[in-house]
């Protein structure tokens, strides 16, 4: 795909005949697709690799193994992984990226693998060096392709915890009634719903749609609350929460978003992790929000990207969603398609859950 001129193709590329000795050969299996692929499909953002004009799409990836270096310990041929998406910037100076956190890349000039100046893994086999692959077991095949965008949610909670840790009497699991709204009812807000729920905050999805639908059951399946944003003002949500400790915006910056921004509650935290693309302003009552950030101790912050830690965590996650909600887990995934699928799957607006391209039918 170019995308300059969001010209979407299929093209046939030679395979990486010889491996390094710490480089893994991937055979891909799922794919999933996000917003940013769809924003990428339609020209609106993505860079291709220096000295490349095109840019293979993908960035959600589960695959298998299929051939290693003379010097990989880590994982064996067989074995399930799923890839990083953000790789370091080469920069020296880049204290971040040299402690291997290039989640919080100081210089921006760091590769995302499908999205920023490196190819993506709609491809049949990619070769990657072994640090960047996160093993995934066997048993979670059907949803290991969530491991990523989950990697997203975990990232945003640690850090909450992280900044929390400023309030001495509050630590996670120490039974404290905490109460978290999640804005936005797409994989990215249920993924979020479900950390949130399993970190023993009392949950409430707040999206667009009247329920009962899939999105609705979702969330009542997990233990969470669906609030249907089209019945009930700002007011009346927050005014059913009660004190709102953390919100978790997962529109990508809606009005909505704004509206909850003036109504949370005292030592709160606000965590962004939409990104809003081209969207109208959105008017904000500015001298509120700033009066309850600072007499309320509120706190606002961004997450974006993953640590190796946070990868770890999705896995770990996703084995026990599984056992606690098997069925829930599986809905999110609403479909799987072939790659023939791809102008379609790609600049559709879908308003399904996570949809997937897949290469191994069984
Ligand atoms: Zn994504
Ligand atoms: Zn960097």
Request: aromatic share 6%; with cysteine.
């Given at each position: 795909?170019?995308?300059?001129?969001?010209?979407?193709?299929?093209?046939?590329?030679?395979?990486?005949?010889?491996?390094?000795?710490?480089?893994?050969?991937?055979?891909?299996?799922?794919?999933?697709?996000?917003?940013?692929?769809?924003?990428?499909?339609?020209?609106?953002?993505?860079?291709?690799?220096?000295?490349?004009?095109?840019?293979?799409?993908?960035h959600e990836?589960?695959?298998?193994?299929?051939?290693?270096?003379?010097?990989?310990?880590?994982?064996?041929?067989?074995?399930?992984?799923?890839p990083s998406v953000r790789r370091?910037?080469?920069?020296?100076?880049?204290?971040?990226?040299?402690?291997?956190?290039?989640?919080?890349?100081?210089?921006?000039?760091?590769?995302e693998r499908g999205i920023?100046?490196?190819?993506?893994?709609?491809?049949?086999?990619?070769?990657?060096?072994?640090?960047?692959?996160?093993?995934?077991?066997?048993?979670?095949?059907?949803?290991?392709?969530?491991?990523e965008?989950?990697?997203?949610?975990?990232?945003?909670?640690?850090?909450?915890?992280?900044?929390?840790?400023?309030?001495?009497?509050?630590?996670?699991?120490?039974?404290?009634?905490?109460?978290?709204?999640?804005?936005?009812?797409?994989?990215?807000?249920?993924?979020?719903?479900?950390?949130?729920?399993?970190?023993?905050?009392?949950?409430?999805?707040?999206?667009?749609?009247?329920?009962?639908?899939?999105?609705?059951?979702?969330?009542?399946?997990?233990?969470?609350?669906?609030?249907?944003?089209?019945?009930?003002?700002?007011?009346?949500?927050?005014?059913?929460?009660?004190?709102?400790?953390?919100?978790?915006?997962?529109?990508?910056?809606?009005?909505?978003?704004?509206?909850?921004?003036?109504?949370?509650?005292?030592?709160?935290?606000?965590?962004?992790?939409?990104?809003?693309?081209?969207?109208?302003?959105?008017?904000?009552?500015?001298?509120?929000?700033?009066?309850?950030?600072?007499?309320?101790?509120?706190?606002?912050?961004?997450?974006?990207a993953a640590?190796?830690?946070?990868?770890?965590?999705?896995?770990?996650?996703?084995?026990?969603?599984?056992?606690?909600?098997?069925?829930?887990?599986?809905?999110?995934?609403?479909?799987?398609?072939?790659?023939?699928?791809?102008?379609?799957?790609?600049?559709?607006?879908?308003?399904?859950?996570?949809?997937?391209?897949?290469?191994?039918?069984?």
């Amino acid at each position: 795909m170019v995308p300059a001129s969001g010209d979407l193709c299929l093209v046939d590329r030679p395979e990486v005949p010889v491996l390094g000795p710490r480089q893994v050969r991937v055979r891909v299996l799922d794919v999933g697709v996000c917003g940013t692929d769809r924003e990428i499909a339609c020209a609106r953002y993505g860079i291709p690799p220096p000295g490349q004009e095109d840019l293979v799409l993908g960035h959600e990836a589960l695959g298998q193994v299929v051939e290693i270096g003379n010097r990989v310990s880590r994982v064996a041929v067989g074995d399930l992984v799923v890839p990083s998406v953000r790789r370091p910037c080469k920069q020296l100076d880049c204290v971040a990226c040299q402690a291997r956190r290039p989640d919080f890349c100081a210089t921006g000039n760091y590769a995302e693998r499908g999205i920023l100046r490196a190819d993506g893994f709609l491809v049949e086999q990619f070769v990657d060096d072994e640090e960047y692959l996160h093993r995934v077991p066997a048993e979670l095949r059907d949803v290991g392709v969530l491991v990523e965008p989950l990697s997203l949610a975990e990232k945003a909670i640690a850090q909450y915890w992280n900044i929390q840790s400023r309030l001495s009497w509050l630590r996670r699991g120490q039974g404290h009634q905490l109460n978290a709204v999640v804005l936005g009812a797409g994989p990215v807000g249920l993924l979020g719903g479900l950390v949130l729920v399993s970190h023993g905050f009392r949950t409430s999805i707040v999206s667009r749609g009247e329920g009962p639908d899939p999105r609705s059951n979702f969330a009542e399946s997990i233990g969470a609350r669906f609030v249907s944003a089209d019945r009930h003002s700002p007011d009346e949500i927050a005014e059913q929460v009660g004190p709102i400790d953390l919100v978790y915006e997962a529109t990508g910056a809606s009005p909505l978003a704004f509206k909850m921004l003036e109504r949370f509650g005292t030592n709160g935290v606000f965590i962004l992790t939409g990104e809003p693309g081209r969207k109208a302003p959105v008017e904000v009552d500015s001298p509120r929000v700033m009066r309850n950030l600072v007499l309320k101790n509120q706190l606002v912050f961004a997450s974006v990207a993953a640590s190796h830690d946070d990868y770890q965590a999705a896995v770990r996650d996703l084995q026990l969603f599984r056992e606690r909600w098997p069925d829930a887990l599986g809905s999110l995934i609403s479909g799987r398609y072939s790659i023939d699928t791809y102008r379609w799957l790609l600049r559709c607006e879908s308003k399904d859950m996570k949809e997937v391209f897949s290469f191994d039918p069984s």
